[in-house]
């Protein structure tokens, strides 16, 4: 009886030391450690064993090659199947293009041979980094020709339980302008409001005419032809709304000094705000000139010495 219960608590003891194998593990850095594979890996738990995937990487360490690792560090574990397997993961994603956008816009503008610009970048594969690393990236090497737009430069990503990544860009720089540009498809005709418009930034590239710049130039002005959302306006596509229409009926006054008079007229022309056109007061077969004021509305002012005359035409 003796012996069995010793037997037994050497048995429990045996138990109690004996290793595990981990059958997934989350890597946090570039290498694989003994402790990776086995719980209770003994004395060695903390021994490097080598470099382990890729960020966004796996492997998988077999039976065969388990058992050679764990004879070789003095763990006590053994395969009982050949299905017996270790997976190593290290979680990755795709560094951001947008932090590399800064840091090479940051550099190109160092250089001061840019204003406002994109950047474009057709051929750009961002390499995958550890998914919980703060990736810092450098840009150098930088050859901007600035006739052409296009660059080449190299970029180094560096940051804590990753690798150092190092890679070469190249693309194009394109400069652009602030200006207005139509928040929706606007029709001919369209007198333009504030809500019509957005800042957007335009490519000098793409410009081939004068286009307007400011947001107040534009609002309350009438649109020529049409223009497609997130286009810029033509300056020679923008008119003065037309206030007054030709064969309309309008409001014809007329001030001078102290005197006002006010009566009909039909207009012989159309006409924007401040245009002078030609009218016809209904009570005479005479036009007289006459300027836009008011939707419908124009006004003549004449000089006192020429009142007596005008007023027998609007009577």
Same mark, same amino acid.
């Given at each position: 009886?003796?012996?069995?219960?010793?037997?037994?608590?050497?048995? !429990?003891?045996?138990?109690?030391?004996?290793?595990?194998?981990?059958?997934?593990?989350?890597?946090?850095?570039?290498?694989?450690?003994?402790?990776?594979?086995?719980?209770?890996?003994?004395?060695?738990?903390?021994?490097?064993?080598?470099?382990?995937?890729?960020?966004?990487?796996?492997?998988? +360490?077999?039976?065969?090659?388990?058992?050679?690792?764990?004879?070789?560090?003095?763990?006590?574990?053994?395969?009982?199947?050949?299905?017996?397997?270790?997976?190593?993961?290290?979680?990755?994603?795709?560094?951001?293009?947008?932090? +590399?956008?800064?840091?090479?816009?940051?550099?190109?503008?160092?250089?001061?041979?840019?204003?406002?610009?994109?950047?474009?970048?057709?051929?750009?594969?961002?390499?995958?980094?550890?998914?919980?690393?703060?990736? +810092?990236?450098?840009?150098?090497?930088?050859?901007?020709?600035?006739?052409?737009?296009?660059?080449?430069?190299?970029?180094?990503?560096?940051?804590?339980?990753?690798?150092? +990544?190092?890679?070469?860009?190249?693309?194009?720089?394109?400069?652009?302008?602030?200006?207005?540009?139509?928040?929706?498809?606007?029709?001919?005709?369209?007198?333009?409001?504030?809500?019509?418009?957005?800042?957007?930034?335009?490519?000098?590239?793409?410009?081939?005419?004068?286009?307007?710049?400011?947001?107040?130039?534009?609002?309350?002005?009438?649109?020529?032809?049409?223009?497609?959302?997130?286009?810029?306006?033509?300056?020679?596509?923008?008119?003065?709304?037309?206030?007054?229409?030709?064969?309309?009926?309008?409001?014809?006054?007329?001030?001078?000094?102290?005197?006002?008079?006010?009566?009909?007229?039909?207009?012989?022309?159309?006409?924007?705000?401040?245009?002078?056109?030609?009218?016809?007061?209904?009570?005479?077969?005479?036009?007289?000139?006459?300027?836009?004021?008011?939707?419908?509305?124009?006004?003549?002012?004449?000089?006192?010495?020429?009142?007596?005359?005008?007023?027998?035409? !609007?009577?």
């Amino acid at each position: 009886m003796r012996f069995l219960a010793a037997l037994f608590a050497v048995a !429990l003891s045996i138990e109690a030391h004996a290793a595990s194998l981990r059958t997934m593990t989350t890597l946090h850095g570039p290498n694989v450690y003994l402790r990776d594979l086995f719980d209770n890996a003994g004395r060695y738990a903390d021994r490097l064993l080598g470099p382990g995937p890729a960020p966004g990487g796996r492997i998988v +360490v077999q039976a065969p090659q388990l058992d050679a690792i764990a004879r070789q560090y003095d763990v006590h574990w053994r395969s009982i199947s050949e299905g017996d397997r270790a997976v190593l993961e290290w979680p990755g994603q795709p560094l951001s293009k947008d932090i +590399v956008l800064d840091a090479l816009r940051a550099e190109i503008k160092a250089t001061g041979e840019a204003g406002e610009f994109d950047i474009d970048m057709p051929d750009f594969v961002p390499p995958v980094i550890p998914a919980e690393a703060t990736p +810092v990236p450098t840009v150098s090497q930088l050859d901007l020709d600035s006739n052409t737009g296009r660059f080449s430069a190299m970029l180094v990503v560096t940051g804590k339980a990753m690798n150092r +990544v190092q890679m070469p860009l190249s693309g194009r720089v394109a400069e652009v302008v602030e200006a207005p540009v139509c928040a929706t498809r606007l029709l001919p005709e369209t007198v333009i409001r504030a809500g019509d418009l957005r800042m957007g930034r335009i490519r000098k590239t793409l410009l081939q005419y004068e286009i307007a710049r400011s947001i107040d130039r534009i609002v309350g002005m009438q649109l020529r032809r049409p223009v497609a959302a997130g286009m810029p306006i033509r300056l020679e596509d923008l008119v003065r709304p037309v206030l007054v229409q030709r064969g309309g009926v309008v409001r014809l006054e007329l001030q001078a000094a102290d005197l006002f008079i006010s009566s009909q007229a039909v207009a012989l022309e159309a006409g924007a705000a401040g245009d002078i056109i030609r009218v016809q007061p209904k009570s005479s077969s005479a036009a007289v000139t006459a300027q836009v004021t008011a939707p419908d509305q124009v006004s003549v002012i004449i000089q006192p010495a020429r009142l007596s005359s005008r007023n027998a035409a !609007l009577q």
